[in-house]
T-cell receptor
Framework: SAVISQKPSRDICQRGTSLTIQCQVDSQVTMMFWYRQQPGQSLTLIAT?????????ESGFVIDKFPISRPNLTFSTLTVSNMSPEDSSIYLCSVTPGQGQPQHFGDGTRLSIL | AQSVAQPEDQVNVAEGNPLTVKCTYSVSGNPYLFWYVQYPNRGLQFLLKYITGDNLVKGSYGFEAEFNKSQTSFHLKKPSALVSDSALYFCAVRDAGGYQKVTFGTGTKLQVIP
């Protein structure tokens, strides 16, 4: 199994600012995923990040709003840009250790925008 | 397109009684099925998976799930509920063919009453 560390665990931000969330995995993984979980709702995939290539974004999410970096096989960042109260959510990093294996999740970043 | 349905927003059960959390799925090929649990202020924790083989899958903390292909269901069960089982439970599915993203259900809140 993979152990995932996310930072920060929570933050309160001002409208219009940006926040970068870090995700560190204790083993090398090909694919990393970023999810959003809005209050009381299920998980929505934002994008899939492969090392050495641009992230693949899901419908409704764009790179300008959620830029992602994937500099190596154990690390990724997600930036939430120009934040508004609608961006208040939990952001989760996830990895799949191998084919057919379940996804593992970090504890998430709880983000509140004032 | 693949999908997951968790028809119950909340399930209440008395401590010591058996519990069932329902899940049905739709996928074009063979399914990989997963159950996750989310405790407050935590990410998702993997409980169990069905990839192939026996239809009855045993997982963590005494949970099990039964894969029923004809009914396209993967209900989560436990013979005797504990108060500590109270949490949010997510069913997830992905197509076994090649790499496909995982689709999560909307979640079911399990409340075990002392």
């Amino acid at each position: 199994s993979a152990v995932i560390s996310q930072k920060p665990s929570r933050d309160i931000c001002q409208r219009g600012t940006s926040l970068t969330i870090q995700c560190q995995v204790d083993s090398q993984v090909t694919m990393m995923f970023w999810y959003r979980q809005q209050p009381g709702q299920s998980l929505t995939l934002i994008a899939t990040a492969n090392q050495g290539s641009e992230a693949t974004y899901e419908s409704g999410f764009v790179i300008d709003k959620f830029p992602i970096s994937r500099p190596n096989l154990t690390f990724s960042t997600l930036t939430v840009s120009n934040m508004s109260p609608e961006d208040s959510s939990i952001y989760l990093c996830s990895v799949t250790p191998g084919q057919g294996q379940p996804q593992h999740f970090g504890d998430g970043t709880r983000l509140s925008i004032l | 397109a693949q999908s997951v349905a968790q028809p119950e927003d909340q399930v209440n059960v008395a401590e010591g009684n058996p519990l069932t959390v329902k899940c049905t799925y739709s996928v074009s090929g063979n399914p990989y099925l997963f159950w996750y649990v989310q405790y407050p202020n935590r990410g998702l924790q993997f409980l169990l998976k069905y990839i192939t083989g026996d239809n009855l899958v045993k997982g963590s903390y005494g949970f099990e799930a039964e894969f029923n292909k004809s009914q396209t269901s993967f209900h989560l069960k436990k013979p005797s509920a504990l108060v500590s089982d109270s949490a949010l439970y997510f069913c997830a599915v992905r197509d076994a063919g090649g790499y496909q993203k995982v689709t999560f259900g909307t979640g079911t809140k399990l409340q075990v009453i002392p």
